[in-house]
Every structure is written in structure tokens, then in C-alpha cells.
């Protein structure tokens, strides 16, 4: 075994993987634990001991002391976990919570095979809040591939009613996710979908587990066969607009920019874990069982050593020893920083140890190769290398915008993380197989996107401009995701458009066929030429010295644009994807609307530069454009969507201050959609209903999340407005923390979830400081 990590000190060890029970129920013949090499569980203790779990707390807890951890995980682990039975689990969950929880913050978790959970065992992980990971394969075809009792029974039902339980309003908080090996003869599609349709918080995609001397099978003529299963879930789950975490994609994004990632699968980041067995053995990574028996063995014992003795193994650190501790090739690998030579078992071979690239090599290297700096095949720009999926916030962002108006950097950061999601879907678009129906639509929509590249090459900026207007992702996700009644090679043909924009804005002389819709031919984000009386589905458009002409010289509709002392707001009248909203847009605004319309919102900008200067800052900083709408027979009418990051839609309301209200409001709907690109606040998947004090219905978590922060904004605004205002302000303020105790009390929240309901209680307490 290579020795390269043997000199490094011991560092601290913050996760545990606890076996608490050595055997199983299920017989899954790719199980890694009885199938393969290691087979040191036929001398180990079936169950592990309340005394010896006992003793393992006490040494993590110290070590936790000594190193002043702020946090420990434990995953309680098999074989099956629950076959220690209800007894001895509440004596080792107690053990835990007893020594480790005084020292550092014990997250606790529990991975199962699901055939046994029910819900006194809910109840029992609700008290210790251990929250449950579940295997699972995909549908009932794939997951019985693998996943049988002894006698050859499926699994599958039970493993479905157990997620059915942990999807119970009671015990959701408890879910973890999924965890899914594949197997190349499954579906990569009908896999995901399957797992989608569980409604997990999170999914994790595993390679099985292989050697070099066991290597794991490959079609013949397919050099890397997980790749391409893997990339096709990615597609899948990027034309899906990500609607799950996946702990794999999410680790290679997160390395692609010097991120930790969260699997020792991925990345150069050094190992942090330890796994204790069931007579108490400190041993190495569970994967290592696939090398050669006895692999994961270090010979020590909590019994007899403590945590740093166990990290201080030579295959301990082996595994911490970064770049160094890799062999020739991947050192020299060009994605050696996002791969990390792949998990340590995988590089085995006999004779040479651990000394070896991963045996998963070519499929790691195209799958990162593909996801990170690939060429348009996969959803990027040609420019854009690697796309950037994931940006930097600023530290404190949360607080800061938990605390209501949020700051400049962060609305700007987010802006941008926005911007380069919607090129990744325009490039999808763009590079996606299409119909030839209309070959006039279809020639119009393959110039655009040949343009758009071009354009993106020499003048970045201009095409960031164009599909930086809040509707371009609007239409990327329609046509991603067409609706039932799209007219979807008119969809694409908007390619065009937004090219021509762009070469307007870069100053570039060109011509290419742009899409009639409507009436009208659109360079989204300028404007419209008004298309006449041409019945052609194209019309060729000529862009030079900044503008854009037909030959028969149509008449030109710019998008207007409300300027007040901050603002610089268009008045969106005119994009075809603008109409996105709950409540119907209006059409083109007339001269009277739109002199309405721009005195409106620059009395609203000096009201709030006033008296909300804060707000004001942030509105002018990320606010693109604010859609006209039909107005309601009674009332206020506004509208945000999820699909349009930087614009709001307003009825343009009869009285003054209504609109600076509504300002704030729906742009606090924008921030926090862009927060949670960011921020996992509460768990998507999450169908519960919670009652709010200003609905009758109750509302979602997401729902109420929402609108808890639109209040908070205005009780905010009311505040400032002194006595005029205190009538609302209460009304605000209560409904503020009806929601936030609701949500509370529901444990909808993740820990980041809390920190920022904390954060906006902390706000409308000051607020109620303030008014006194
Ligand atoms: S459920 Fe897990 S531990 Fe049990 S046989 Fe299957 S893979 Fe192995
Ligand atoms: S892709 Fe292959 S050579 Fe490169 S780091 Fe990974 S395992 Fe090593």
C-alpha cells in the first residue's frame, strides 16, 4: 500500500459513519458490504452495544473539544441500521446526544434501506431529529435489478411506503434523500424521473463500486458508458431547471470553482471521515471493502485508541494527502482539481496499491470534461469557459437579507448568477435537436444562434445585456419546456431576435431573418418593428451604425423607459415572453398610459429614495423592467414570476403611495427567488400547507416564505411613514411573526431556512423598536 499521506499529522475528523448493525434484510447481489472483497463481517458483532456505542461518543466528543469542532455528523449505518432494533437505537441516540452535543453541534443521520421503517421509528428519529437517507434505485423494474430479499422477493413496495412516511407533513422535516447506484442497464431518464416523482430533498447518483482487478462493466465500443448515463439525468435535470439538489453535479460545479465539494468521490478536499464498526473498530471509508479483504481495516479500537490515532493511519491520511498523495497521471491530469482522482477504493489494483488513476478514469474525465468546459454540446456558450453556474454571495448575505432590503453587491451577485443560467439555457436552446417543419423559422432560429455565438466571442457584453433582460429566461424555459400550445419553431426563430439585439447594442453591421409575431418582429430588450401587412412567418432584418431596419422601412417601437432621480426602469410593454405572470399584461401602452406610467414611478422613486433609502438602492441596482397590467375590477393588482429575475408586474394602481408598495413587495419576491438559487432555505419537495394570517388558504412553504418577507418590506415602509403608517405597520408586523412561528412550529425550515426567519424576525422587532 503507498504510503503517500503517512507523513502528514493528524487533522481533525468531523464525520462518523456508526455501524450500528452488521447484518441485513435485503440480499442486493452489487452490495459492497457482503458481495465484495472485504469480508470481515463474518467475525464482526451483529449489533453494535449501547456500552461500546457509548465509548465512541466519548472519544469523538473529546476529540470534538480538543479541536473545537463546531460541528460533528454521525451516519448511522449497516448493513440495515434498523435491525439493532428500537431499544438498543434510542440507547446509542442518547449515548450521542448526551456526550457529543455539549461540545459541538450533532447532526445526526440515518441511511436505510427503507423495508423496515415505519413510524414509531419516525417517531423515534423525530425525538433525536435523525433525519433518513433511503436507497433506491429508480423504478420497480430497475430497483429489483439489484435490490431483493434472500428469497428473490422485490423490495420495492416497501421501500416506496417508507418514503411515502417520510413524506407525511409529521415526519417530511426527516427526509434526507435518495441515494442511487447505477447500473448502465437501467434507463438514465425513466431512473431520474423515477426518484423525481418520490419527491426527495436531495439525490445522490453513486458509480458502483470497482477496482482495477474487478473493473466495472463497459459495453463493448463505449469508452465511458457512466458518463453517458450520467450526462443524460444532467440534461434531464437542467432542462428540468434543477428542481432537486444532486449532491454529484452540485460537487463538480462546486469544484469547477475552487469549492469544496460534498462527496470524497469528488475533488481534491481532504478526507474527513472515519467509520466505526460494530465491535467498535475504527476502520477506513466503507467503499474500501471493494479493494481486498481486510482493506478497511486500521487495527485500532475506540476501545483502545483515540480519534486521532485512527486519523493518524497511514490509509487514513493517505486519503488527506491532496494533490501530493495522487499517482503520476492524475497529477498530471487536466481536471485532476474537480476529480480528485475519483473515491480512493476505485484506484486499486494488485501489486500497486492505491497508486492508480481511477478505474472509473475515462467516464470521470468526460463527464467533468462535459459539464465543466465543454463546447455547446452541453448547454454552454462556446465563449464561456467553464459556464458558471454557481457565483460567490458576499459573507453575510443571508443576514443582510433577511434583514428586508438586502444591499447593492448582493442583488447585483445575484443578477449576474442569473444571467449565467440563462445562457446556459439559451445555448440549450440553441444547440437542441429541432424540428424542420418551417425551414423558414428554422433557418432564422440556426443564423441567430450561429450570430449569437459570433457575437458572444467579440462582444460579451452586448449579449449580456440582451439576455440579461429578466424575459429572455422566461422564453428558454418555454422553449425548454414547451406548453401545450406552443408554436415551438416560432419559439426558437427568437433567437434571431435576441442576436439582432445583440449586434445592435455591439454596433456590428449584419443582416438575418427575424420572426413575425404577433404583428410585430422583436429585438428583445430595444424594441419592435412593426411587421405591415406581410403575411411571412420571417422577415429579413439589416442591423448597422446601432439600429435595425426592414428593407420596406417598417415603422421602429422602442421599449420607454421610466427615469426618475434613481430609476432607470423600461416600461415593458412590448417582450412576447413578458406575459408570464398570473394576471394578463397589457397590451402596447397609449400615450396617455405611458405618461401615467412615468410620472408614476418617478414620484415612486423620490417617495422611497426618502423615505426607504435602502430599498431604493437595491430597486435600482437589480430592478430591469416592470410589466403593465390589465387592472383589477377592485383593488391592487401585481405580480412576479420565478422565470423573470429583475422584473415586477403592476396594474399601474389609482393612488400614489399604492405604487411604491408594490414595488417593494413583488421586488422582494425577486430577491428571494434569487436567494434560493443560492440558499436551500426549506426543502423543495416539501407539498405542506401551512395557514398565514393574511389568507384563508393556507399557502405552501415556499408560499409563505414569500410572502412573510413581502410583509416584512412593508411593515418596514409603514414604519417610516410615521403615524400615517401605524395602522399598518401592525398589521405587517403581526403578520410577519404570525408566519414566522408557523413556519417555526411546522420544522419547515433547513438550518439556513432558520437562520433567515430568524433574521426577519430580528428586523420587524427592530421595526417595532423604531416606532416607539
Ligand atoms: S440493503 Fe444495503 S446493506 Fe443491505 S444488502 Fe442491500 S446494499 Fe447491502
Ligand atoms: S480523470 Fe482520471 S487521470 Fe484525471 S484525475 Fe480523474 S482519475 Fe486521475
Redesign the pocket.
Known amino acids: 500500500m503507498p504510503t503517500a499521506g503517512a507523513h502528514l499529522k493528524p487533522t481533525a475528523i468531523s464525520q462518523y459513519v456508526l455501524k450500528v448493525h452488521g447484518r441485513?434484510?435485503?440480499?442486493?447481489d452489487?452490495?459492497?458490504?457482503?458481495q465484495h472483497a472485504d469480508q470481515s463481517w463474518r467475525v464482526k458483532p451483529r449489533s453494535l452495544s449501547v456500552a461500546t456505542a457509548d465509548i465512541a461518543a466519548r472519544r469523538i466528543a473529546e476529540h470534538a473539544a480538543e479541536h473545537r469542532l463546531p460541528q460533528v455528523s454521525v451516519i448511522l449505518h449497516?448493513?440495515?441500521p434498523l435491525l439493532v432494533g428500537q431499544d438498543a437505537m434510542r440507547g446509542i441516540l442518547s449515548a450521542l446526544a448526551a456526550r457529543i452535543a455539549p461540545v459541538a453541534r450533532l447532526d445526526v443521520r440515518l441511511h436505510t434501506?427503507g423495508v423496515r421503517l415505519d413510524e414509531r421509528w419516525c417517531e423515534l428519529f423525530d425525538e433525536y431529529a435523525v433525519r433518513v437517507g433511503v436507497?433506491l434505485d429508480g423504478d420497480r423494474a430497475a430497483n429489483d435489478l439489484?435490490?431483493r430479499h434472500a428469497d428473490g422477493r422485490s423490495s420495492h413496495d416497501q421501500v416506496l411506503q417508507a418514503l411515502d412516511l417520510l413524506r407525511q407533513p409529521q415526519f417530511r422535516h426527516l427526509f434526507a434523500g435518495i441515494l442511487c447506484t447505477i447500473d448502465l442497464a437501467n434507463d438514465p431518464v425513466a431512473v431520474y424521473r423515477a426518484l423525481l416523482a418520490q419527491r426527495p430533498p436531495r439525490l445522490d447518483f453513486l458509480l458502483p463500486h470497482a477496482t482495477w482487478d474487478d473493473p466495472p462493466r463497459r459495453p463493448a465500443g463505449r469508452p465511458h458508458p457512466y458518463a453517458d448515463w450520467l450526462l443524460e439525468v444532467y440534461r434531464c435535470w437542467i432542462r428540468d431547471q434543477r428542481p432537486v439538489p444532486v449532491r454529484l453535479f452540485d460537487s463538480v460545479l462546486a469544484a469547477a470553482h475552487g469549492r469544496p465539494s460534498w462527496t470524497e468521490a469528488i475533488g481534491l478536499d481532504p478526507v474527513d471521515l472515519l467509520v466505526i464498526d460494530t465491535d467498535g473498530s475504527w476502520e477506513q471509508a466503507d467503499s474500501m471493502k471493494t479493494a481486498f479483504d481486510g482493506a478497511p481495516a486500521t487495527g485500532m479500537s475506540v476501545h483502545s485508541h483515540a480519534v486521532d490515532d485512527a486519523a493518524a493511519h497511514p490509509g487514513v491520511a493517505a486519503r488527506r494527502g491532496g494533490l501530493a498523495a495522487l499517482c503520476a497521471s492524475c497529477q498530471a491530469c487536466p481536471v485532476v482539481r474537480i476529480c480528485g482522482g475519483g473515491l480512493y477504493a476505485h484506484r486499486y489494483r494488485s501489486g500497486k496499491g492505491f497508486d492508480n488513476p481511477s478505474t472509473y478514469c475515462t467516464d470521470l474525465m468526460e463527464f467533468i470534461g462535459q459539464l465543466t468546459a465543454s463546447p455547446a454540446e452541453v448547454f454552454t456558450l462556446p465563449s464561456e469557459q467553464p459556464p458558471r453556474l454557481r457565483h460567490e454571495l458576499p459573507a453575510g448575505t443571508l443576514e443582510a437579507m433577511a434583514a428586508g432590503p438586502g444591499d447593492v453587491a448582493v442583488v447585483t451577485a445575484l443578477a449576474q448568477a442569473r444571467l449565467s443560467v440563462t445562457r446556459m439555457l439559451v445555448a440549450a436552446v440553441g444547440t437542441a435537436p429541432h424540428g424542420r417543419g418551417d425551414p423558414e423559422l428554422a433557418a432564422a432560429a440556426a443564423d441567430g444562434w450561429a450570430l449569437l455565438c459570433e457575437l458572444d466571442a467579440a462582444n460579451p457584453g452586448a449579449v449580456a445585456e440582451v439576455l440579461g433582460h429578466p424575459y429572455a429566461y422566461a422564453w428558454a424555459i418555454r422553449c425548454l419546456s414547451p406548453p401545450p400550445d406552443a408554436d415551438a419553431e416560432l419559439d426558437r426563430a427568437h433567437l434571431a431576435g435576441l442576436a439582432a439585439a445583440a449586434a445592435v447594442r455591439a454596433g456590428e453591421t449584419t443582416e438575418l431573418p427575424l420572426p413575425v409575431r404577433g404583428g410585430l418582429i422583436h429585438l428583445p430588450s430595444l424594441g419592435a418593428l412593426e411587421a405591415g401587412t406581410s403575411q411571412d412567418r420571417t422577415v429579413r432584418v439589416s442591423v448597422a451604425a446601432g439600429r435595425a431596419a426592414t428593407q420596406d422601412g417598417n415603422t421602429w417601437q422602442a421599449v420607454r423607459r421610466a427615469a426618475g432621480p434613481a430609476f432607470r426602469v423600461a416600461v415593458e410593454d412590448l417582450d412576447p415572453f413578458r406575459d408570464c405572470q398570473q394576471w394578463p399584461a397589457t397590451g402596447r401602452l397609449s400615450g396617455p398610459e405611458w405618461l401615467a406610467w412615468t410620472q408614476g414611478m418617478a414620484a415612486a422613486d423620490r417617495r422611497l429614495t426618502k423615505l426607504a433609502p435602502e430599498y431604493a438602492q437595491v430597486l435600482t441596482a437589480g430592478l430591469r423592467c416592470v410589466v403593465p397590467l390589465r387592472p383589477a375590477a377592485v383593488g391592487t393588482r401585481s405580480a412576479t414570476t420565478r422565470q423573470a429575475f429583475g422584473a415586477v408586474a403592476i396594474a399601474l394602481p389609482a393612488h400614489p403611495g399604492e405604487l411604491d408598495e408594490l414595488l417593494l413587495h413583488e421586488f422582494q419576491h425577486t430577491k428571494l427567488y434569487g436567494l434560493c438559487e443560492f440558499y436551500e432555505l426549506f426543502d423543495r419537495a416539501d407539498a405542506r400547507r401551512i395557514r398565514v394570517p393574511w389568507r384563508a388558504d393556507p399557502r405552501p412553504v415556499e408560499g409563505v416564505l414569500h410572502g412573510t418577507y413581502a410583509h416584512l418590506a412593508l411593515a418596514q415602509l409603514s414604519q417610516r411613514r410615521g403615524a400615517v403608517g401605524h395602522t399598518a405597520w401592525l398589521r405587517y408586523r403581526d403578520w410577519v411573526l404570525g408566519a414566522c412561528e408557523a413556519l417555526w412550529e411546522a420544522k419547515a425550515l433547513t438550518a439556513e431556512g432558520q437562520r433567515f426567519v430568524a433574521g426577519m424576525l430580528a428586523a420587524v422587532d427592530a421595526s417595532r423598536d423604531e416606532q416607539r
Do not use: I, M
Not at 30 to 34: E, G, N, Q, S, T
Open positions: 441485513c434484510d435485503l440480499a442486493c452489487h452490495c459492497y458490504v457482503y449497516g448493513g440495515e434501506n436507497s439489484h435490490r
